[in-house]
């Protein structure tokens, strides 16, 4: 069985930053996965924010400069580090594992992606 859970969400002035914690356990190394963060903000999508494989990341185009996206293999963590955070940043915050090759095309998608974890809310305010 693999979990992911996410943490670190919170609500956070305009401007602040945030630093999400994703704790993956179970029959997973994230070493070996391709690792995701998404977000999905009231009555819209959930959206691609970063993906993350060996030395390969990829940011949605909105997000490069103030997201940071790494991960530590031997904690089997993922991180993604939110600077000046806007308030339309306002969203559940996933991570997800998609096995398989780094491809920017199938990051991006989220049915590629094998297990998620249960969300964690962000909230900025103005």
């Known amino acids: 069985q693999v979990q992911l859970v996410e943490s670190g969400g919170g609500l956070v002035q305009a401007g602040g930053s945030l630093r999400l914690s994703c704790a993956a356990s179970?029959?997973?190394?994230?070493?070996?996965?391709?690792m995701g963060w998404f977000r999905q903000a009231p009555g819209k999508e959930r959206e691609f924010v970063a993906a993350?494989?060996?030395?390969?990341?990829q940011y949605a185009d909105s997000l490069k400069g103030r997201f940071t996206i790494s991960r530590d293999n031997a904690k089997n963590m993922l991180y993604l580090q939110m600077n000046s955070l806007k308030p339309e940043d306002t969203a559940v915050y996933y991570c997800?594992?998609?096995?398989?090759?780094?491809?920017?095309?199938?990051?991006?998608?989220?049915?590629?992606?094998?297990?998620w974890g249960q969300g964690t809310q962000v909230t900025v305010s103005s």
């Open positions: 993350i494989s060996g030395r390969n990341t």
């Open positions: 179970g029959r997973i190394f994230i070493s070996t996965y391709t």
């Open positions: 997800a594992a998609r096995g398989g090759t780094f491809s920017t095309q199938s990051n991006l998608g989220l049915t590629k992606y094998d297990y």
